[in-house]
């Protein structure tokens, strides 16, 4: 009995054994998976075409058919926006027309506005960026350009100066016309230009803002609500660490969201131009900042002042023959998180042969590094002075001929007596 109670004892422990090596196996199996949560992946997007690019570096992480030509709809409104901006006083009174109201069909948009109705540039930019305001953006038209057509023509010219290649407009609010398209990748030169002037950027990140009351309209209830919901604290989308800028949707267009980020230490737009419905934009915008704060990070490779290298001067005294190169500003490299900086090699160049005296501060040469294709620079500066050796052998040498012309002048004059 004894025996058999032995066997049944190895057999349980046996089983058991098994039983904690399929669970840790099962464990293993998860950990893994979550890991793959952060793998180099770019996301499903399901809209016509898409881009994500780093603003300082201009490093495009993420891209999706974004040279194709689509139609922008309302995200046309950011240029308008940036052109008024540039060409008018914000307390400038802007006088609303017959024309600017007449020309938004019944189904857009509008603040309302008022034939005849005297408001502030201001005013109607933001009734522009927040609620998209197709009447806003013919009055500002008309007061910037002179007619539609006159500041359409503003607006393509000023879109080839930013270095738009396939960009084409016709009005300033992108109401649907065949003539009137754009590509992901110009929005994306559009909206960053449009994001360094701090007037546009405030606007576009302002959640709320209410009309005040004018000649025509004498109560101050024209509530602008921002139509990005990254924006608004009370949406589920609300991020804070979205800074703007606009929303636009027409049948053709479909729905469209430029959103600019600030991350991690990382800057960049997103463009979404063509998606399914007004919920898929935001979404898939947020898997693109998901993707980018998962795979992407801002990596200092060196502090301002950091000694990066030695060299010898020539024709240096002993003590400050040994020079040190420090560099004379921090470089900041976006890096996908799978490179680690310390194997990023530096290229170093020296400018010309190094002789004594230098002076600390002098610019001396270069380091560069290329990371992720982005080409990195800074200059490289004496970390402090070098002082010119004195050369004693020139002064025996000249005291010597000295001594010698010294001589034969003596002696020639005796000769002569």
């Known amino acids: 009995m004894l025996k058999n109670k032995r066997k049944y004892c190895k057999e349980k422990a046996k089983k058991n054994i098994y039983k904690i090596a399929l669970l840790l196996l099962i464990i293993f199996i998860i950990l893994i998976n979550n890991l793959n949560v952060y793998a180099v992946e770019p996301p499903s997007i399901n809209a016509k075409s898409a881009i994500v690019v780093e603003k300082n570096t201009e490093k495009i992480m993420y891209e999706k058919d974004a040279y194709n030509q689509n139609y922008p709809a ?19 009174i802007v006088t609303v027309s017959q024309t600017a109201i007449s020309s938004v069909p019944s189904d857009y948009v509008v603040a309302p506005l008022f034939v005849g109705e005297q408001i502030r540039v201001e005013d109607l930019l933001y009734a522009l960026m927040l609620k998209s305001c197709n009447d806003a953006a013919y009055a500002l038209a008309e007061h910037v350009g002179g007619s539609n057509q006159g500041f359409a023509d503003m607006m393509n010219k000023k879109a080839e100066e930013i270095g738009c290649k396939n960009t084409h407009f016709v009005n300033p609010n992108g109401i649907h016309n065949n003539n009137h398209y754009t590509t992901a990748y110009d929005l994306y030169l559009i909206s960053n230009y449009a994001m360094k002037n701090e007037i546009f950027a405030k606007i576009v ?34 991020d804070e660490n979205v800074k703007g800028i606009k929303t636009g949707t027409t049948n053709q267009a479909g729905n469209c969201l430029i959103t600019d980020v600030e991350k991690k230490g990382l800057e960049y737009i997103i463009v979404v131009l063509g998606a399914d419905n007004a919920e898929s934009k935001f979404k898939e915008t947020k898997k693109m900042i998901d993707y980018v704060s998962n795979n992407f990070a801002l990596v200092k490779l060196h502090d301002k002042g950091e000694i990066i290298t030695s060299v010898d001067v020539k024709n240096a005294t002993e003590e400050t023959q040994k020079l040190n190169l420090v560099i004379s500003d921090e470089i900041l490299a976006m890096n996908n998180v799978e490179v680690k900086s310390d194997e990023i090699t530096p290229e170093i160049k020296i400018t010309g042969n190094l002789v004594a005296p230098i002076q600390e501060g002098q610019q001396i040469g270069t380091v560069k590094y290329i990371v992720e294709g982005i080409e990195y620079t800074a200059d490289l500066v004496a970390a402090n002075n070098v002082e010119k050796k004195k050369n004693y052998d020139y002064i025996i040498v000249g005291g010597i001929c000295a001594v010698v012309i010294l001589l034969f002048i003596t002696v020639k004059e005796k000769s002569k007596k």
């Open 205 to 238: 990140s302002t959640h709320e803002y209410t009309l005040p009351a004018t000649n025509m309209y004498k109560s101050a209830n024209r509530v602008m609500v921002n139509t990005n919901q990254f924006i608004n604290q009370n949406s589920s989308f609300y």
């Open 74 to 92: 309302s995200v046309t409104k950011i240029l308008t926006a940036i052109l008024v901006i540039e060409n008018c006083n914000l307390d400038d």
